[in-house]
T-cell receptor
Framework: DGGITQSPKYLFRKEGQNVTLSCEQN?????MYWYRQDPGQGLRLIYY???????QKGDIAEGYSVSREKKESFPLTVTSAQKNPTAFYLC?????????????FGSGTQLSVL | AQKITQTQPGMFVQEKEAVTLDCTYD???????LFWYKQPSSGEMIFLIY??????QNATEGRYSLNFQKARKSANLVISASQLGDSAMYFC??????????????FGRGTQLTVWP
């Protein structure tokens, strides 16, 4: 079955450490997205990518980095510059630029700081 | 300005009753899509229903219907015959047709629905 796989489900970060969240999709979608979810704030866009080797900053990109070397993969790195990384992170994909197309989501990664 | 506004942080409904979750949106695009997602406590986002800006009829999917009032820029979700399993967080979202936004999805803050027996 086609879908989006996020790993790990739970991740812990030590002070000053960079951590990488994995996102893989086999839906053949060109567009991929990373959202951050904090309690009571809904989903906020971190980064998005419409095609391989291209990505754009979302609303809260500071302290995060991404790469898009393959169509299927869009990993998110939470750097030590992100001072408040504890949150639930959701990866999504869709057909690009088509406002009628829904986003498909992964099951999320809960990141906590030790 | 907020693109999507959900004014009900929490709603309660008795099993088998209908409930309406409010959503208003803000866009200057003529072409846009409105979506509702359900997020149970497990965290995954489940797509429920879609309404396009040019659709003349309200969308329906089983027990879910979307009350689309374009002039008022509202897209309320109606859940009929509520079930205990409907207890979850519900998000309203919008994608704009303009190329500047590159198809990103804007979300509201969500409404926590609790269904009681």
């Amino acid at each position: 079955d086609g879908g989006i796989t996020q790993s790990p489900k739970y991740l812990f970060r030590k002070e000053g450490q960079n951590v990488t969240l994995s996102c893989e999709q086999n839906l053949n979608h060109d567009a991929m997205y990373w959202y951050r979810q904090d309690p009571g704030q809904g989903l906020r866009l971190i980064y998005y990518s419409q095609i391989v080797n291209d990505f754009q900053k979302g609303d809260i990109a500071e302290g995060y980095s991404v790469s898009r070397e393959k169509k299927e993969s869009f990993p998110l790195t939470v750097t030590s510059a992100q001072k408040n990384p504890t949150a639930f992170y959701l990866c999504a994909s869709s057909r690009p630029g088509d406002y009628t197309s829904k986003l498909f989501f992964g099951s999320g990664t809960q990141l906590s700081v030790l | 300005a907020q693109k999507i506004t959900q004014t009900q942080p929490g709603m309660f409904v008795q099993e088998k009753e209908a409930v309406t979750l409010d959503c208003t949106y803000d866009t200057s695009d003529q072409s846009y899509g409105l979506f509702w997602y359900k997020q149970p406590s497990s965290g995954e986002m489940i797509f429920l229903i879609y309404q396009g800006s040019y659709d003349e009829q309200n969308a329906t999917e089983g027990r879910y219907s979307l009350n689309f009032q374009k002039a008022r820029k509202s897209a309320n979700l109606v859940i009929s015959a509520s079930q205990l399993g409907d207890s979850a967080m519900y998000f309203c979202a919008m994608r704009e047709g303009g190329s500047s936004t590159l198809g990103r999805l804007y979300f509201g803050r969500g409404t926590q629905l609790t269904v009681w027996p």
